[in-house]
């Protein structure tokens, strides 16, 4: 499944270190603002200490782990909506992604440039949060346009667009994001396909200094940045970008050894990628033979056939059952053969919703 996260905030909040340090992708970064002109887009592994132990367990011949995506998108000023800054142009990338992942500066330095003059994280959430919203009010607008002459008409699809327009509109001009609208299931399908910028599901990553990593909670920024995205209902996560353009340099030993001796427990990665994935509702199963051992990103909620479609549309259309064991159970029994034995795997049909951690063998014929 093609997922991806954009990285998103004012100039230089550290935006492109991170994107840099978690992807390798060498994305530009520099003292100035605007210095990512077009968006880089980098794939990242997903860190999955199961996949590991499967590959102990099953001694494949090779491992493959599943990925996720992140789009650097440059940074958005006062305006942007506009056309300030870089403008639209940017707005439209973040159309794109299935979720944002807002960069907030929560450091003082006085030799890195702050766009509006002085560190205020909630002023810059705001300023982003803003310009996201009137780009999206011209958007719902030039809808309206075109569908309110057809409502007047009863035109039975123009009336139930209508319907949701002036919702949002009503929602937006209020400065509250679309996500906030309460829809149907129907409605919210029909939002969906409009690609609104502030439906979509929001991470605050809050970036601090190497001197607040360690325990962030006496950061007076963090403390606001938490305090602003618990009434949004929407999670922080704390890192350093500078400590994680450091950690990328180190093989996994050392990387694990400078991680204890600064006090944290995860990589910064680690902690991106295990919130877009709750964000987004994702987990993984995973595939394991002689031939290889391997992660699928698949959302929670999806029967054993469109799972198998990830892998290909063929074990989809040709779907006969799935052969399932538990991660745990499989690492218990120490084989598949052992697991069978003791009655641990399972023999699925269409109607199974897949588990987190299920290790699947697909039956198929097409």
């Known amino acids: ?101 807002h960069v907030v500066r929560c450091f003082a330095d006085e030799n890195i440039t702050h766009v509006s003059g002085k560190v205020d994280p909630i002023a810059d959430i705001e300023t982003i949060n803003l310009e996201l919203i009137l780009a999206d009010l011209e958007s719902v607008d030039k ?14 699809e123009a009336v139930y667009e209508h319907e949701v327009l002036v919702k949002l509109k009503e929602a937006l001009e209020n400065e509250l994001p679309a996500r906030t609208v309460e829809v149907t299931e129907e409605q919210a399908k029909f939002v969906k396909g409009m690609h609104l910028l502030t439906s979509k599901p929001v991470l605050y990553v809050a970036n601090v ?101 990830i892998i290909h549309t063929d074990f989809e259309r040709g779907f006969i059952r799935a052969e399932t064991v538990s991660y745990e159970d499989l690492l218990d029994a120490k084989s598949m053969g052992a697991a069978r034995e003791a009655g641990k795997v399972r023999l699925e049909g269409k109607e199974y919703l897949v588990k987190d951690g299920d290790v699947i063998h697909f039956r198929f014929n097409v």
């Open 209 to 309: 200094s190497e001197d607040d990593i360690a325990d962030p909670s006496d950061n007076e920024y963090v403390q606001k940045v938490r305090e602003f995205a618990g009434n949004e209902g929407a999670e922080v996560i704390v890192v350093c970008a500078k400590i994680e353009s450091e950690i990328v340099e180190l093989d996994a030993d050392e990387k694990a050894m400078f991680l204890e001796e600064l006090g944290i427990e995860e990589s910064g990665l680690d902690q991106l990628i295990r919130a877009a994935y709750s964000l987004l509702g994702l987990a993984t199963y995973f595939t394991a033979g002689e031939q290889e051992v391997r992660a699928w990103t698949f959302r929670l909620g999806m029967k054993a056939p469109q799972c198998a479609g």
């Open 1 to 101: 499944m093609a997922l991806t996260a954009g990285i998103v905030g004012l100039p230089n909040v550290g935006k492109s270190t991170l994107f840099n340090a978690i992807t390798q992708a060498g994305a530009e970064s520099a003292n100035y603002p605007f210095c990512t002109i077009d968006p880089n887009v980098g794939i990242v592994d997903v860190p999955d200490d199961r996949l590991q132990k499967l590959t102990e367990l099953v001694k494949p011949k090779k491992t493959v782990p599943t990925h996720f995506e992140f789009t650097d998108i440059a940074g958005i000023v006062k305006g942007a909506s506009k056309g300030e800054g870089l403008g639209n142009k940017f707005l439209s990338h973040i159309r794109q992604v299935d979720a944002i992942c």
């Open 143 to 156: 809808r309206l346009e075109r569908v309110a002459k057809l409502a007047k008409q009863k035109d039975k």
